[in-house]
């Protein structure tokens, strides 16, 4: 069978592969089953507060991934925020720190699809098994409301310890203390260690904060862990627990509730370090709302065993931090297929094949205003120092080698400059494909010297339309989330470009080029 | 010049019923199986290409030196001591890039073609530049040729301005099957280029005579520079252009191949390279599109293809319209 026959076979069989792959695997996601003592819930913050200035800091804090729990989507919607930092550190919290840009009401939402299961199968991310010095000092110290110093905590401990046998399991006791002897407080109990100790009745962080004291008196390193227990609540109040370093481990204890070493499957921790899960630093009426719910079974968490050939084709199932690399990675292909459609059907050149989809691609993650800027000032002055390297006389690999090392600090400082302006730019607008960025200004200078300005700027113009319109294609968020739901939808890409490769028809520029051949054209001055 | 009021573009209906080849069309059912990959380096590397045609008593530029090394840049005054004129080009440069044109030197400075002058250090940066790969196909390293200036033959002397006149044969399982000459102009900077703005007049197959011409995709018929016309010039040796470009086309072994000639005064046709992805323009060039023509030809029998027999099938596609 000929190339030209066969293409469409070929296309054929991949589409038709493609359509049983994506409804076989929405089919059994459709039916999937949770196993027993395994659920799925949704976690939502609501945030609201007041800034009468730039600049003011909301830091929040996500829950940990462990062995019971593990968030399987998260989508942080902040309209009027920008972004300082994510934070992925494993000691004190996950999270996210927002700078406002305007002064005035700001809002924040925050929601988690959490995948919880009793028998704890998940791979725990936040298990540590020795503490650094640094870790123990930290946890061994005392301040305004764990007062380790303090006589009474001395006293308090002392007495458990004389009561405790020598054999005896000091930790027990020091726990058993705070939940049996520590009555819980009315409204205006206290909430610091000392108080609760000397009132022998605490709210319940400070019935945890006692307990913090009593094992930091004793050199034992202990933390506090604000969290949730995951019930159906609407609000749902954040609850705080006692983390104690066993020697090998982070112990859990709980003497609001009466567990010891072990908690319940449902309790979600969320920040390691006392504080709030949400704060806000120079900002006021700080509202937050939590609220959990039960959702049905759905695509993203299954039955699917860790091994199976299915769950190899489920990508949800893998750890939040990397969705965002394999949704980028998977778009990739969708912006081949925009520069092929505009390169063998409307027969727009460009400046190498892919550099449009390299730099719609960088836009899409980048503020696309911080990209455009960016990559205006790196092109006129990457052109400018290239036409004075050319005085130079370089030999090529040290010359491009120097306009890469300008485009790169060409990018740092607009970054710092944005910055000094108070433009906060997206530290993504670094994702800016340098190498193509400089193989583009060497290509542009290239052809203005050899073919003339005009057909430089003719292809650059070329570029900047194929990546725009890859930029629309790609930022279309709908299409990210089904690829990354359905990787396997690509076949269909590989289809439509292989038939896009045996199309022999006219491109649509071509339609200009020889449009003197057109029924207006009769051939002048005919030969005699 | 005329100039052609009418639409802006052709439907595809129409370019089809005139036979015009689209890029598509063109890489896909003839360049892609008629020209083997394995191939190509025959004609990508301007030295295998003059093997080749050396072989094969195919008359080509004298080649004076070949500079591989940095090192060799230091012996380059020496090579062009003697040779008042000459020519640098990459081995495997593509589009006319590259290519430097001395017209006469005092191994100090040399004046260009195109009237620049350059210093001895430029030249040697320019030969750097070519050895470093920056005009090859792929960026990889490359070779630089210091070959024999072909002196123009006086045919052409009123029609070619700053540069030499080349003359494109297309072939199709080695018969020529669509003809033009290059002219320069003051616009293509001396260079036969066409996306440069060079002036092409298509060739009468059959007897080697101009007619037509196209200048940046349009249809002329003068000169832009000169104003004289492009119109019924007979190229000389057009019978042993035809031989030579056939032979070549049968040595590569390439089946859809340009093969680009200059007129030299003394010796008649010789070879500059070979394309094997010759450019479209041609077409509007003789106003006329290739596909009829390839398609015809795809439809003869084998014998037809004889040597001896082409030229039947030349005369054929000649009267093609």
Known sequence: ?528 | MTTRPGRLWAWPGELRARGILGINRRNADFVLPANPRSHYPRVDDKLLSKKFCEERGIPVPETYAIIEREGDIRGFPDCVRERPQFVIKPASGSGGRGITVVAEHDNEKFRTSGGAELELAEMRYHLSTIISGLYSLGGQQDRAIIEQRIIRHTAFERIAVGGTPDIRVVLYRSVPVMAMVRLPTRASRGRANLHQGAVAAAVNLRTGETFGGVCKDRVISEHPDTGATIDGLQIPFWGKLLDAAQKLAEALEMGYIGVDFVLDATVGPVVLEANARPGLAIQVANRCGLAHRLEFLDVQPPEAFAPTRRAELVAALSEMK
């Open chain 1, 1 to 528: 069978m000929n190339a030209r026959r066969a293409t469409p076979w070929v296309a054929c069989l991949l589409v038709l592969l493609g359509i049983v792959l994506v409804g076989l695997r929405a089919y059994t996601r459709r039916e999937l089953q949770l196993a027993s003592g395994e659920s799925l819930w949704r976690l939502t913050y609501t945030v609201k507060f007041q800034t009468e200035t730039a600049g003011a800091r909301l830091s929040a804090a996500f829950p940990f991934d462990t062995a019971h729990c593990r968030v399987f989507r998260q989508n942080v919607l902040h309209p009027e925020l920008q972004p300082e930092r994510l934070r992925s550190s494993l000691m004190a919290s996950r999270g996210i720190d927002l700078l406002t840009l305007y002064p005035g009401e700001q809002n924040m939402t925050a929601k988690f699809d959490i995948h919880l299961s009793r028998r704890g199968r998940f791979r725990a991310h936040d298990q540590e098994s020795s503490l650094s010095a640094q870790a123990r000092a930290e946890w061994l110290r005392s301040d305004k409301l764990v007062q380790v110093d303090s006589v009474v905590v001395a006293e308090t401990l002392q007495n458990i310890r004389r009561e405790t046998p020598p054999s005896g399991d000091l930790m027990q006791r020091m726990f058993e203390y705070c939940h049996n002897q520590i009555a819980a407080g009315e409204e205006e109990a206290p909430t610091d260690a000392v108080g609760t100790l000397q009132k022998k009745a605490g709210a319940p962080i400070g019935r945890a904060r006692a307990l913090v004291a009593l094992c930091r008196a004793n050199k034992t390193p202990a933390r506090l862990v604000t969290g949730f227990v995951m019930e159906e609540n609407d609000p749902l109040e954040p609850r705080t627990w006692v983390e104690v370093w066993s020697g090998k481990r982070w112990e859990p204890f709980d003497p609001e509730n009466g567990f010891a070493r072990e908690l319940p499957y449902n309790y979600l921790a969320v920040r390691r370090d006392g504080g709030d899960i949400v704060r806000v630093a120079r900002g006021s009426g700080l509202e937050t709302h939590f609220a959990a719910l039960r959702l049905p079974p759905g695509p993203g968490a299954g039955r699917s065993k860790h091994h199976s050939l299915v769950a190899l084709a489920d990508l949800t199932r893998l750890p939040l931090e990397m969705h965002e690399v394999l949704s980028l990675i998977l778009l990739l292909p969708i912006g081949g297929l925009v520069t092929a459609f505009f390169r063998t059907i409307i027969g727009i050149r460009t400046f190498g094949t892919f550099t449009p989809t390299l730099i719609a691609l960088s836009f899409v993650f980048a503020d696309w205003r911080t990209g455009v800027f960016v990559f205006v000032l790196v092109l006129l002055a990457g052109l400018v120092s290239r036409t004075f390297l050319d005085r130079l006389k370089l030999l090529m690999v040290p010359r491009l080698s120097t306009v890469l090392t300008l485009v790169v600090l060409c990018i740092i400082f607009c970054v710092s400059l944005l910055d000094m302006l108070r433009l906060t730019p997206g530290a993504q607008a670094v994702l800016l494909p340098m190498v193509i960025l400089t193989m583009t200004i060497e290509r542009f200078y290239l052809t203005s010297e050899e073919d003339g300005t005009g057909f430089a700027f003719q292809l650059l113009a070329g570029t900047v339309v194929v990546a725009f319109c890859c930029y629309l294609v790609l930022r279309w968020a709908a299409v990210g989330r089904f690829l990354f739901m359905f990787p396997e939808a690509h076949l269909f890409t590989i289809a439509v470009l292989i038939l896009m490769g045996r199309y022999t028809g006219y491109r649509l520029t071509e339609l200009l080029r020889f449009r003197d051949f057109g029924p207006a054209h009769k051939p002048t001055e005919p030969r005699p």
